[in-house]
């Protein structure tokens, strides 16, 4: 069975860092694409980064790029995301998601057939 | 970025109806289009990819279509665990993807 469990959210102050982990199991971690997703309460789903199977090529959505690390260690089955710099406006659940279908040769296409269970950042002073 | 607007915000429906939410980009982007569903307190699930493909264990009362701009999800007859927020997703752009601002379906 494919699993993705997040860890590492909680309360962080301003300014402040954390960094979120996403264990996979159930399925082959080294031939997938990833990504990290926030939803802000109440609120819809954010594209926050990718990152390709071999952690070569990495994208970040403007609204956090320069704050937000990705990385994966395909040894360990797991993915990350280092958070610095945190604002009031960057809590939210944070979901790792599992992409499948997409055409690196074209840019085009994927879905994501997988999520975790989220881990809730709240940043407040 | 491409927008992607769904419409409508939110809709109230009975058990047994027929409901459509539409789903609109700012500009082409082919049928690279997904749709997702969320229940409250929990993460989104693939409903359909690329405009009209089931996923996997997605019932066949869920139903997708559209290009180009305008894209449709149908439900029909409504049952009540489909009760929920559905999104829309564009992947033209992938990675940099987006996301419709979602569609709350409640009970009439």
């Not at chain 1, 309460?41 to 990152?51: A, N, Q, R, T």
């Not at chain 1, 406006?89 to 599992?98: F, G």
């Amino acid at each position: 069975e494919v699993q993705l469990v997040e860890s590492g959210g909680g309360l962080a102050q301003p300014g402040g860092s954390l960094r979120l982990a996403c264990a996979a199991s159930g399925f082959t971690f080294s031939s997938y694409e990833m990504n990290w997703v926030r939803q802000a309460p109440g609120k819809g789903l954010e594209w926050l980064s990718y990152i390709s199977t071999s952690g070569d090529t990495i994208y970040y959505a403007d609204s956090v790029r320069g704050r937000l690390t990705i990385s994966r260690d395909n040894a360990k089955r797991s993915l990350y995301l280092q958070m610095n710099s945190l604002r009031a406006e960057d809590t939210a659940v944070y979901y790792c998601a599992r992409m499948r279908g997409y055409d690196e040769e074209i840019s085009m296409g994927g879905e994501f057939d997988y999520w975790g269970q989220g881990t809730l950042v709240t940043v407040s002073a | 970025d491409i927008q992607m607007t769904q419409s409508p915000s939110s809709l109230s429906a009975s058990v047994g109806d027929r409901v459509t939410i539409t789903c609109r980009a700012s500009q082409t982007i082919s049928r690279f289009l997904n749709w997702y569903q969320q229940k409250p307190g929990k993460a989104p699930r693939l409903l359909i990819y690329a405009t009209s493909n089931l996923q996997t264990g997605v019932a066949s009362r869920f139903s997708g279509s559209g290009s180009g701009t305008e894209f449709t999800l149908v439900i029909t007859s409504l049952q009540a665990e489909d009760f929920a927020t559905y999104f829309c997703q564009q992947t033209y752009t992938t990675p940099r993807i987006t996301f419709g601002q979602g569609t709350r379906l409640e009970i009439k």
